[in-house]
């Protein structure tokens, strides 16, 4: 099955504690992107990938890390993490990085940051 | 201004009736536009795309585009309970390959 999977689904941490959520697309899309949505401020681009090892600044980047080291795997890395930063994240994928094609979202991370 | 307009709801509407959710953007160079459908707690799922003006339909599904007024739609026909959802409308970025979304519709389907 066509799918971008995210792990893990639900995850509480502490302030200041480093922590990965992992996101894996099986149809070889070019693009990934993360978002986090919050209520009221909808969904907001952390961080996207335009291929392999070429990856770029969302809208709101501050605290987060990625990387693109394979085609498939885009890992969203919180190197100290905040209360601010609890959130409801969702990583993506698009064929291409350049066409009219919509999003393949995965299932979320519900992430709680005490 | 954001990017992407709409009221947030609830839009209640009865069963077997037509729900119209509106969008309206503001940026003029955008060229496709998407409906996402979103049940409470899960992941925004696909529904309709939309490239140029007019209408495009997909089964109970409508979507209309009007680039001269920045207006995107989404018709439902015959709306049922399992309709009810919140519909994020979302234009594509020419630049970065960014989808900038609206903060959503919530629908309600009372049966």
């Known amino acids: 099955e066509a799918q971008v999977t995210q792990n893990p689904r639900y995850l509480i941490t502490v302030t200041g504690k480093k922590l990965t959520v992992t996101c894996s697309q099986n149809?070889?899309?070019?693009?990934m992107s993360w978002y986090r949505q919050d209520p009221g401020l909808g969904l907001r681009q952390i961080y996207y990938?335009?291929?392999?090892?070429?990856?770029d600044k969302g809208d709101v980047p501050e605290g987060y890390k990625v990387s693109r080291k394979e085609k498939r795997n885009f890992p969203l890395i919180l190197e100290s993490p905040s209360p601010n930063q609890t959130s409801l994240y969702f990583c993506a994928s698009s064929p291409k990085a350049h066409s009219n094609y919509g999003y393949t979202f995965g299932s979320g991370t519900r992430l709680t940051v005490v | 201004q954001k990017e992407v307009e709409q009221n947030s709801g609830p839009l209640s509407v009865p069963e077997g009736a037509i729900a119209s959710l509106n969008c309206t953007y503001s940026?003029?160079?955008?060229?496709?536009f998407f409906w996402y459908r979103q049940y409470s707690g899960k992941s925004p799922e696909l529904i309709m795309s939309i490239y140029s003006n007019g209408d495009k339909e997909d089964g109970r599904f409508t979507a209309q585009l009007n680039k001269a007024s920045q207006y995107v739609s989404l018709l439902i026909r015959d709306s049922q309970p399992s309709d009810s959802a919140t519909y994020l409308c979302a234009l594509k970025k020419e630049y970065g390959n960014k989808l900038v979304f609206g903060a959503g519709t919530i629908l309600r389907v009372k049966s």
């Open positions: 940026d003029r160079v955008s060229q496709s």
């Open positions: 990938s335009m291929n392999v090892e070429v990856t």
């Open positions: 149809m070889n899309h070019e693009y």
